[in-house]
């Protein structure tokens, strides 16, 4: 490279930069060396030969992108920017003949300098290792490769990330910090905005869009979690490519907020003018969302609106206070303008909370029409007193118009009354572990209903598929009491109906061929015969003719000893991830009037 | 060889440059006075090219400093607290300083090390006392052959020997090469003996830019003594007058105008005596500051 006027190379500031650097890369390379040694170790006790050497270089990738890179990036950036967090220096430094945009050039240099020789060591004694071990060379080239690449993709965005919050800050401690909490922030926000919203906007479903939004825009916590290997090869090349570029457009911002840092602001928390703002105010609202989510579980105040507030209010207050001291390094902070900021704030958390309370402007009760709708995915965990399955993660679908406006009037009457009370399931499962007794006389009630006491809690998703392509999607928590079950016109009871009319059959009969039926008569356990398709296909047709609730049936007088039937899964014949996940075995009542087929399977072949 | 135009600079509100005007010709050695926080320090950091301007423009020779290494290496720069990397020694700055500069003369440097016999070269610099730290800067900025010397408080913490064999090595170089030098000092008496122009900074404002010449013929200490009957009658509107003291019938007079056309004007008012005094630059750093500063004023009343 010739070095000119114009040049973006120069020499001297390369070697300033490089300048007694050896303890970095010195050190990197022996924590290398040691990590490598435990990882060698690890795979040459394995039996595995062929795949030794391919499995270490797999252990140091996973090492280097999950913890090594990214904390070395953050240690090499801060090395390299050192003389831009005190005057002195800074101004020392800025006088010499050289320019911003050499230095930054010489910076970049540096950086790939100081990765390069730790990673050629360990490429070199990872290779001297296993070289002579009987391990499939050609492979463990290929994985070396992939080491490298991965690894120098991870370094790019480490780098990059590191040097843009370097510039964003005069204060060297306040890099690793900004490093180490944007890794997170995104994460961290919108599981917390999630659980937030799932408190106080009832039927609250995340898209996925948030999501990804919170897994993509927090780096750290995503190249963790998201790598993966397919035969000995790495598999998340576009995530480690998107991150690396996302590194590169940062050294580029990095670079621009560089040519305009004021060094006279060298010390200082957060450098350029306008960032202040935005970091004082985005202190402040992470404050009062964390503080807020903090004292709640502490004080046990979760359920109440207005005491969220309070809280969020004055944590919001205390981080934007304690932002604006860190700023100005004084206790005398308090101004018309810091309180016009604060009442900013505090207007916007009250705006959200306000959308919250009211059904985020219609969020709660918005409802398709049935005819609006085209198809609806139905997913149920935990159990709903329907049937005798206690489903869980059962994916539905419903395209039968009958049963979508089923559905559709369930879910305008459940989000009715959660919009009166948000605290509706909750409330309602507290009353049912106090109330030990129901009447059960009213006319509404099925008095043929072992009812009882108890309830059940389940979460219910609900994606409707409109007819102009658009999806409508909500996610409910539903306490299932066994007296409302009985009752028809209760939300439950639709519920349950729904759920035995529609889901119990497709799941049995998709089911059968792996069901395996015991039923039980006085607690003798008789095994009617293995993959009792039969049985399971007429209980199944019970269930689809109305024969929901079976568990809470009353025992049928007819028979003189209780049965019961019970589903289990045959996990060695039919092992599906979809039976595996179900696990468990779930009792049926056999009853004359609501499970005729059965009871007549039952008559044919077990002679009853 | 240094021009500064309309330069200004806020600082969180505060302005420090307010549309400042500073002309250094080449081969000079500018004095540059204020009171504290008058913007010295930040109209340096300028000239240097560490401090963005707000508004205005800086040049040295006839070219912009800011992003500009031809004309920063060009420029030497001792600053009243000189910094040196951790654990570097004279030997490594030398190699710093001769990457940087393409005009670093290794046998000056070399030559100046029978001045700086002190110094160990190979000790590692943060460790000296601050003299001996600004004794290795002077070394090192002198072996560079600047051409614009760029100092702020320069001799502060040198002992009276050294300050003098710096002294006479700077103003060698500004004899012998035409090296222009800026310096930035509180210690008006010292300044006096080696700037040929001075300019007076207050408030981020250039009070007044003259040659020390210019500036000393222009401003006079006036002691005069008036007839028994006489009264000193005001001065004439050409005159400026900066201060007055009366003991008895001797009056003290600071006048800014011609000397000898004051001395005309007085004399024809027939005193007992008349005296015409050439003020120091320290006196006329007081006076000069008295109209303007109200606890420079206090002191003079």
């Known amino acids: ?608 | 060889m240094i021009q500064v135009k309309n330069l200004t600079k806020t600082f969180d509100g505060f302005k420090a440059l307010d549309s400042l005007n500073l002309h250094v010709p080449k081969g000079a050695v500018y004095g540059l006075v204020g009171p504290n926080g008058s913007g010295k320090s930040t109209v340096i950091r300028h000239i240097l090219g560490s401090y963005i301007p707000d508004e205005g423009t800086v040049e040295v020779a006839g070219q912009p400093v800011w992003e500009n290494p031809g004309v920063k290496a060009l420029m030497g720069n001792i600053p009243d607290d000189f910094y040196f990397p951790v654990s570097a020694d004279m030997n490594e700055m030398k190699k710093h300083y001769q990457s940087f500069y393409p005009a670093f003369d290794g046998q000056r440097f070399e030559k100046l090390a029978e001045i700086f016999t002190s110094i160990d070269r190979k000790k590692p610099i943060r460790s000296f006392s601050k003299g001996m730290q600004k004794q290795a800067a002077f070394w090192l900025v002198m072996s560079c052959r600047p051409q614009v010397l760029i100092l702020d408080e320069p001799v502060d913490g040198l002992d009276p020997v050294m300050r003098r064999q710096v002294w006479s090595v700077l103003l060698s170089d500004v004899a012998e090469n035409g090296t222009t030098v800026l310096v930035s000092s509180h210690n008006l008496r010292e300044l006096e003996d080696v700037c040929d122009h001075v300019g007076i900074l207050y408030k981020g404002r250039m009070l007044l830019e003259r040659s020390l010449d210019e500036l000393q013929n222009n401003i006079v200490k006036v002691q005069i003594a008036m007839g028994p009957d006489q009264e000193l009658e005001p001065l004439p509107q050409e005159f400026t007058l900066l201060h007055q003291t009366t003991l008895g019938r001797v009056h003290t007079l600071i006048v800014r105008g011609e000397q000898e056309k004051i001395r005309q004007t007085l004399a024809a008012r027939n005193p007992v005596v008349l005296d015409l005094l050439p003020l120091s630059l320290e006196e006329i750093f007081i006076y000069e500051l008295g109209g303007q500063d109200d606890g420079i004023k206090e002191i003079l009343v």
Request: aromatic share 14%; glycine share 8%.
């Open chain 1, 1 to 608: 490279m010739m070095e000119s006027k114009k040049s973006w190379f120069n020499k001297a500031a390369l070697r300033l930069d490089l300048h007694n650097s050896w303890p970095i890369w010195a050190g990197y390379t022996l924590f290398w060396l040691v990590a490598a040694s435990f990882i060698a170790t690890n795979y040459y006790t394995s039996q595995d030969f062929q795949h030794q050497m391919a499995r270490f270089w797999e252990g140091c990738t996973n090492l280097a992108i999950s913890f090594a890179v990214p904390v070395y990036g953050c240690v090499v950036a801060v090395w390299l920017l050192r003389g831009l967090f005190h005057s002195r220096s800074a101004l020392a430094i800025h006088a010499l003949p050289v320019d911003r945009k050499q230095l930054f050039a010489a910076h970049l240099i540096s950086g790939v300098v100081l990765n390069a020789i730790p990673t050629l060591a360990l490429a070199l004694y990872g290779t001297a290792r296993f070289m002579g071990s009987g391990s499939d060379l050609v492979l463990g080239f290929w994985t070396l490769v992939d080491f490298l690449g991965a690894s120098w993709l991870a370094y790019l965005w480490a780098f990059g990330f590191a040097l843009f919050c370097g510039m964003l800050t005069g204060q060297l401690v306040m890099v690793p910090v900004l490093y180490g909490v944007f890794s997170f922030l995104s994460i961290s926000l919108s599981t917390l905005l999630d659980s937030m919203f799932r408190k106080f906007l009832p039927g609250y479903a995340p898209g996925n869009l948030l999501g990804d939004l919170g897994r993509w825009l927090s780096p750290w916590y995503s190249m963790g979690m998201d790598v993966s290997w397919n035969n000995s090869r790495f598999d998340s090349w576009v995530t480690m490519l998107v991150y690396a570029l996302a590194g590169t457009v940062l050294m580029g911002a990095a670079y621009q907020l560089y040519r305009r840092r004021p060094l006279e602001r060298a010390g200082e928390l957060i450098i350029h003018r306008p960032a202040r703002v935005v970091f004082r105010l985005g202190v402040a609202l992470c404050a009062a969302l964390f503080g807020s989510a903090f004292f709640q579980l502490l004080l046990g105040v979760s359920d109440s609106v207005i005491a969220v507030y309070i809280l969020m209010i004055i944590c919001g207050g205390v981080g934007l206070l304690g932002t604006r001291m860190l700023e100005l390094k004084s206790f005398h902070v308090i101004n018309f303008r810091l309180m016009g900021e604060y009442g900013g704030v505090a207007a916007a958390l009250g705006l959200l909370m306000v959308i919250l309370n009211t059904g985020g402007m219609g969020y709660v009760t918005r409802v398709p029409q049935p005819e609006q709708v085209k198809r609806v995915s139905f997913i149920v965990s935990g159990s709903v007193y329907c049937g005798p399955v206690e489903m869980s993660w059962s994916n539905l679908i419903l395209e039968d118009p009958e049963q979508i406006e089923q559905l559709c009037q369930w879910h305008r009457e459940y989000s009715q009354l959660l919009l009166q009370n948000p605290n509706y399931p909750d409330e309602k499962m507290e009353q049912q572990s106090d109330n030990e007794t129901v009447n059960t006389q009213e006319n509404t009630y099925d008095q043929r209903w072992s009812y009882g006491t108890g309830y059940n809690y389940s979460n219910i998703f609900i994606s409707y598929t409109l007819n102009n392509g658009t999806t409508l999607s909500r996610k409910y928590g539903v306490t299932t009491s066994r007296q409302e079950v009985g009752d028809p016109t209760s939300p439950d009871g639709q519920m349950a109906r729904l759920l035995a009319g529609v889901a119990m059959p497709e799941i049995l009969e998709s089911w059968a061929p792996y069901l395996e039926v015991y039923f039980y008569e006085d607690g003798i356990q008789y095994e009617p015969g293995a993959r009792n398709k039969e049985l399971v296909l007429a209980l199944a047709e019970d269930l689809r003719e109305g024969g929901w609730t079976c568990s809470l049936l009353e025992q049928d007088p007819f028979w003189e000893q209780e049965i019961t039937l019970e589903l289990t899964p045959d996990y060695g014949a039919g092992d599906t991830q979809e039976l595996s996940a179900q696990g468990g075995s779930y009792p049926v009542r056999v009853n004359r009037e609501y499970t005729p087929r059965t009871q007549e399977v039952l008559e044919q072949k077990f002679a009853f």
